[in-house]
């Protein structure tokens, strides 16, 4: 079995769970590659011990892979995907962020975890993404042009609110007047778009969601949308550029640029425990039902 190690920082506190997730995939004799940057900045810190052969380094995935282990919380998880893009590897989380919504697997369930992929007692959920083009065309946004949670348009450089026309399938929506516009996945439902309002999609679900950012009018709601449907964007505001951001990453756009978000080719794999589901990360992250009095 060949696994990649993927991480974007290193936490002193991290030291302990990555030896012990180094020795559990030795003993069960996988094949293990660290991603370049991540063994640079663990190898710096001098803290973690191990041997010369011990492992292998890469820059880039392959098919080759069988599972791509992160280490860290959510925003670990998103920039992996960069490496997945439409490769097909499936990608497991270790969570030592906080939330954890994507990377599930909590620090004391390290040894069953891996266990569990080994013997494949584990099922897959597949997400679906987002994909962005621009007219005129922006460098940036063309070799990493989708996004896992969400793809939003926001202001820049201001205080004052944009506006964004908006057509669904070549039909005008709205021209949303606000800070700016969200059009999430069902796995970004739990994120930036439900911080302003939006609904909480289930994973499987063939539906995306537009959720306005502090949108002026009180009529603007949040609206969910088939993932079929073809979505255009024209910025206008008192600046003459905008911002776009894809998860974590983010471009300037000029106001004359026309923007076209539609489904991705290609699903993400992710990996959950047996064990786990959905619903049970419903209730245990975002404490649904917590209530004295049930």
């Known amino acids: 079995m060949k696994v990649a190690l993927f ?3 290193y936490h002193k506190n991290s030291e302990t769970l990555i030896e012990t997730l180094l020795d559990i995939l030795k003993s069960k004799f996988v094949d293990i590659h660290v991603e370049d940057n991540f063994f640079t900045t663990i190898d710096g810190e001098k803290t973690i011990h191990y041997n010369t052969g011990d492992f292998k380094t890469f820059k880039e995935l392959n098919s080759s892979f069988d599972l791509l282990i992160t280490i860290g919380g959510d925003g670990t998880m998103l920039r992996a995907i960069t490496y997945v893009h439409d490769l097909g590897v499936p990608i497991v989380g270790i969570n030592t962020g ?12 390290i040894e069953n975890a891996i266990d569990d992929i080994i013997t494949k007692n584990y099922h897959v959920s597949e997400r679906s993404l ?10 940036s946004l063309v070799k990493m042009n989708f996004a ?38 069902p796995t970004g439902s739990t994120g930036y778009s439900l911080s302003c309002g939006g609904p909480v999609i289930m994973p499987a679900a063939s539906n995306f969601v537009l959720t306005p950012i502090a949108p002026h009018n009180l009529s603007a709601r949040p609206l969910v949308i088939p993932d079929s449907t073809e979505i255009k964007l024209k910025v ?56 004295k009095r049930n």
Not at 280 to 286: M, Q, V
């Open 236 to 291: 206008s505001g008192r600046e003459n550029n905008f911002l776009v951001s894809l998860d974590s990453r983010i471009a300037t756009l000029d106001n004359s640029t026309l923007i076209t978000i539609k489904k991705a080719p290609f699903k993400i794999k992710m990996i959950e425990p047996e064990d786990e589901s959905f619903l049970d990360t419903l209730r245990k992250k975002l404490l649904w039902g917590e209530d």
């Open 148 to 185: 896992l949670n969400e793809i939003a348009v926001s202001r820049k450089n201001t205080t004052s609110m944009i506006t964004v026309e908006t057509q669904l399938n070549g039909e005008y929506l709205t021209s949303y007047w606000a800070d700016g516009l969200i059009i999430a996945t």
């Open 130 to 139: 987002l994909a962005i083009t621009t007219s005129p065309e922006n460098e």
């Open 98 to 109: 906080r939330l954890g919504f994507l990377a599930t697997i909590p620090r004391h369930k």
């Open 7 to 9: 991480g974007q920082f």
